[in-house]
C-alpha cells in the first residue's frame, strides 16, 4: 500500500503532466490558427493591392484613350496633357505591378498586358504625330483611323487586363479553397488532440480510482481487523477482569482475617498492606469490566428511587477525614431539601467519589471543595467545585475520552474515572459536562432525573447505555 506522500506525489505529477499536455496542446492550436490567419491577411492584401494595381491600369488605359481621341480630334492641347498624364500613371502602375511577388502565370498575364499597351501607345503615338504635323487638317480621316486602328489596340489591352483580373479571381478563389482545407485539417488535428487529452486524462483518473480503491479495500480491512482485535481484547480483558476477582476476594478475605487473628503487630501490618492492595486490584478490575462493557455497548444501570441527603451524608463520611488530613475545607449544600433521583446508589456514589476523589487530588493545601445539589427542572443537578489549578479550554471536551490524563507532576491516574462516569450518567439519561479557567479551579457538574413527588417518576428496570467511541 502506498504511503500518503507516494500517492499525493503520483497525484500532483499525474495532473501535472495532464495540464501541461492541455496546455502545450491549446498552445499548439492557438499559435497554429494565429499563424494561418496571418499568412492568410499577408495574402489578401497583397491579392487586393495587385487588383487595385489591374484596375488602376485599367482605367488609366481609358483615361489614356478617351482623352487622346479627344485630341487626336479636335487637337485641344489640354486633352493632351491630360493623356499624357494617365499614361505616365499608368507605367507607373506596370512598373508597381511587376514588383509584387507574382506567380509565373501572373507574371505571364502582366507581361501580355505591357505587350497589349506598347502596341497600343505605339500606334497612339503614330496618330499623335500626325495631328501634330497637320494641325489644320480635317480631323475625319484621323478619326477613321482611329476607330480603324487604335480601338482594336484598346480592346486587346481591356482583354488583357481582363484576364488578368480573372486570374487574380481564380487565384483567390483557390487559395481560399486551400485556407478552407487547412482549417478543417487543423479542425481535425484539434479534435483528435481533444480525443487525446480525454483518453489521457480518463487514464489516469482511472489508475488514481485503482489506488484510490486499493487504498480503501486495505484501510477497511485494516478497521475490520482493528475492529476485531479490539472486540477480543475487550473479551479477554472481560474473561481475566473476571477470573481475577475469586482469587482476590479469597486474598482479601485471608489478609483480613490474618489481620484480626494474628496477634503480631507486624503481622497485622503487613496483612493490612496486602489488604489494600487486594482492594487497589478489584477496584482495577471493575473498572476494566465497566470500560470493556461500555465499549461494547452492553452497560446498563437498574435504578432506583435515591435520597439525596443520603448520599451526601455516604460522601461526607468517606471524604470528609480524608480532606481534613490534606487540610482542605469540604462543604456540602443542598438547596431545596428533601430531593430524590432515580439512579442506581452505588454507581452515583461511583460517580461523586470519582469527582470528589479528582477535585481533593488536584486541590492544593489550605483548599477548598465544595459539592452542592439543586433542581434544575425535573433533573437535579449535581456540582463539584475546587479550588485547584484548573483545566485550560481546549482540554474540557477531551477530559472525559477514555485514557485521557493531565500531565501533572505526582499525580498519577489511569485515565479511565471520568470515562466512566460519563457512561453511567448517560445510562441513567443525564449529562455530565465541566467548566473550567485555568488558574481558578474548576466545577463538574452531572444530572440525574428526579423521582417520586420531585420529578417525573422514570420506568423501572435496567437502563442501558450508549457505547462510546474510542
Given at each position: 500500500?502506498?504511503?500518503?506522500?507516494?500517492?499525493?506525489?503520483?497525484?500532483?505529477?499525474?495532473?501535472?503532466?495532464?495540464?501541461?499536455?492541455?496546455?502545450?496542446?491549446?498552445?499548439?492550436?492557438?499559435?497554429?490558427?494565429?499563424?494561418?490567419?496571418?499568412?492568410?491577411?499577408?495574402?489578401?492584401?497583397?491579392?487586393?493591392?495587385?487588383?487595385?494595381?489591374?484596375?488602376?491600369?485599367?482605367?488609366?488605359?481609358?483615361?489614356?484613350?478617351?482623352?487622346?481621341?479627344?485630341?487626336?480630334?479636335?487637337?485641344?492641347?489640354?486633352?493632351?496633357?491630360?493623356?499624357?498624364?494617365?499614361?505616365?500613371?499608368?507605367?507607373?502602375?506596370?512598373?508597381?505591378?511587376?514588383?509584387?511577388?507574382?506567380?509565373?502565370?501572373?507574371?505571364?498575364?502582366?507581361?501580355?498586358?505591357?505587350?497589349?499597351?506598347?502596341?497600343?501607345?505605339?500606334?497612339?503615338?503614330?496618330?499623335?504625330?500626325?495631328?501634330?504635323?497637320?494641325?489644320?487638317?480635317?480631323?475625319?480621316p484621323l478619326a477613321r483611323r482611329i476607330?480603324?486602328?487604335?480601338?482594336?489596340?484598346?480592346?486587346?489591352?481591356?482583354?488583357s487586363l481582363t484576364r488578368l483580373v480573372?486570374?487574380?479571381?481564380?487565384?483567390?478563389?483557390?487559395?481560399?479553397?486551400?485556407?478552407?482545407?487547412?482549417l478543417d485539417r487543423l479542425e481535425v488535428?484539434?479534435?483528435?488532440?481533444?480525443?487525446?487529452?480525454?483518453?489521457?486524462?480518463?487514464?489516469?483518473?482511472?489508475?488514481?480510482?485503482?489506488?484510490?480503491?486499493?487504498?480503501?479495500?486495505?484501510?477497511?480491512?485494516?478497521?475490520?481487523?482493528?475492529?476485531?482485535?479490539?472486540?477480543?481484547?475487550?473479551?479477554?480483558?472481560?474473561?481475566?477482569?473476571?477470573?481475577?476477582?475469586?482469587?482476590?476476594?479469597?486474598?482479601?478475605?485471608?489478609?483480613?482475617?490474618?489481620?484480626?487473628?494474628?496477634?503480631?503487630?507486624?503481622?497485622?501490618?503487613?496483612?493490612?498492606?496486602?489488604?489494600?492492595?487486594?482492594?487497589?486490584?478489584?477496584?482495577?478490575?471493575?473498572?476494566?469490566?465497566?470500560?470493556?462493557?461500555?465499549?461494547?455497548?452492553?452497560?446498563?444501570?437498574?435504578?432506583?428511587?435515591?435520597?439525596?441527603?443520603?448520599?451526601?451524608?455516604?460522601?461526607?463520611?468517606?471524604?470528609?477525614?480524608?480532606?481534613?488530613?490534606?487540610?482542605?475545607?469540604?462543604?456540602?449544600?443542598?438547596?431545596?431539601?428533601?430531593?430524590?433521583?432515580?439512579?442506581?446508589?452505588?454507581?452515583?456514589?461511583?460517580?461523586?467519589?470519582?469527582?470528589?476523589?479528582?477535585?481533593?487530588?488536584?486541590?492544593?493545601?489550605?483548599?477548598?471543595?465544595?459539592?452542592?445539589?439543586?433542581?434544575?427542572?425535573?433533573?437535579?443537578?449535581?456540582?463539584?467545585?475546587?479550588?485547584?489549578?484548573?483545566?485550560?479550554?481546549?482540554?474540557?471536551?477531551?477530559?472525559?475520552?477514555?485514557?485521557?490524563?493531565?500531565?501533572?507532576?505526582?499525580?498519577?491516574?489511569?485515565?479511565?474515572?471520568?470515562?466512566?462516569?460519563?457512561?453511567?450518567?448517560?445510562?441513567?439519561?443525564?449529562?455530565?459536562?465541566?467548566?473550567?479557567?485555568?488558574?481558578?479551579?474548576?466545577?463538574?457538574?452531572?444530572?440525574?432525573?428526579?423521582?417520586?413527588?420531585?420529578?417525573?417518576?422514570?420506568?423501572?428496570?435496567?437502563?442501558?447505555?450508549?457505547?462510546?467511541?474510542?
Open positions: 500500500m502506498p504511503t500518503r506522500r507516494r500517492f499525493e506525489a503520483r497525484a500532483r505529477v499525474g495532473y501535472a503532466i495532464l495540464t501541461l499536455l492541455l496546455t502545450a496542446g491549446m498552445a499548439f492550436s492557438v499559435r497554429r490558427f494565429s499563424s494561418m490567419t496571418d499568412a492568410q491577411l499577408a495574402w489578401i492584401r497583397a491579392e487586393e493591392r495587385e487588383i487595385t494595381l489591374v484596375e488602376r491600369l485599367r482605367w488609366n488605359c481609358a483615361l489614356t484613350v478617351a482623352n487622346g481621341r479627344g485630341y487626336l480630334i479636335s487637337g485641344d492641347e489640354v486633352l493632351l496633357q491630360f493623356s499624357e498624364e494617365a499614361r505616365a500613371r499608368f507605367d507607373e502602375s506596370v512598373r508597381a505591378l511587376r514588383g509584387q511577388a507574382l506567380s509565373p502565370t501572373a507574371l505571364q498575364r502582366v507581361e501580355e498586358v505591357e505587350q497589349a499597351a506598347r502596341d497600343f501607345l505605339r500606334v497612339r503615338e503614330a496618330l499623335f504625330e500626325v495631328r501634330r504635323q497637320s494641325p489644320s487638317e480635317d480631323a475625319g476607330d480603324a486602328e487604335l480601338v482594336p489596340l484598346r480592346r486587346a489591352l481591356d482583354a480573372e486570374h487574380k479571381e481564380g487565384a483567390m478563389r483557390q487559395h481560399y479553397d486551400r485556407a478552407r482545407a487547412d488535428r484539434m479534435y483528435t488532440l481533444l480525443g487525446a487529452l480525454v483518453l489521457a486524462g480518463l487514464g489516469v483518473a482511472w489508475y488514481f480510482t485503482r489506488l484510490l480503491g486499493g487504498s480503501y479495500d486495505q484501510a477497511r480491512e485494516a478497521r475490520e481487523a482493528a475492529r476485531k482485535a479490539v472486540a477480543v481484547r475487550d473479551e479477554l480483558m472481560g474473561i481475566v477482569a473476571h477470573d481475577l476477582r475469586n482469587p482476590l476476594g479469597a486474598i482479601t478475605l485471608k489478609a483480613a482475617l490474618l489481620r484480626r487473628t494474628s496477634d503480631a503487630e507486624k503481622v497485622r501490618h503487613h496483612a493490612e498492606s496486602i489488604e489494600h492492595v487486594a482492594q487497589r486490584m478489584a477496584h482495577l478490575i471493575g473498572t476494566m469490566l465497566d470500560v470493556t462493557t461500555m465499549e461494547a455497548g452492553q452497560f446498563t444501570v437498574t435504578p432506583a428511587p435515591c435520597a439525596v441527603d443520603e448520599l451526601l451524608r455516604e460522601t461526607l463520611d468517606v471524604f470528609g477525614p480524608l480532606a481534613e488530613s490534606r487540610q482542605i475545607r469540604f462543604e456540602q449544600r443542598v438547596e431545596e431539601p428533601d430531593l430524590v433521583v432515580h439512579g442506581e446508589r452505588e454507581r452515583v456514589l461511583q460517580v461523586l467519589s470519582n469527582l470528589l476523589g479528582n477535585a481533593l487530588k488536584f486541590t492544593p493545601q489550605g483548599g477548598r471543595v465544595t459539592l452542592t445539589v439543586d433542581r434544575e427542572g425535573a433533573m437535579a443537578r449535581f456540582t463539584v467545585t475546587d479550588t485547584g489549578p484548573g483545566i485550560p479550554g481546549e482540554h474540557l471536551e477531551s477530559i472525559f475520552r477514555r485514557f485521557w490524563r493531565d500531565d501533572v507532576p505526582g499525580k498519577r491516574s489511569t485515565g479511565l474515572g471520568l470515562y466512566i462516569a460519563r457512561g453511567i450518567i448517560d445510562a441513567h439519561g443525564g449529562r455530565i459536562w465541566a467548566e473550567s479557567e485555568v488558574g481558578r479551579g474548576a466545577r463538574f457538574c452531572f444530572t440525574l432525573p428526579l423521582a417520586g413527588p420531585a420529578g417525573r417518576e422514570a420506568p423501572a428496570g435496567e437502563i442501558g447505555a450508549p457505547s462510546h467511541p474510542a
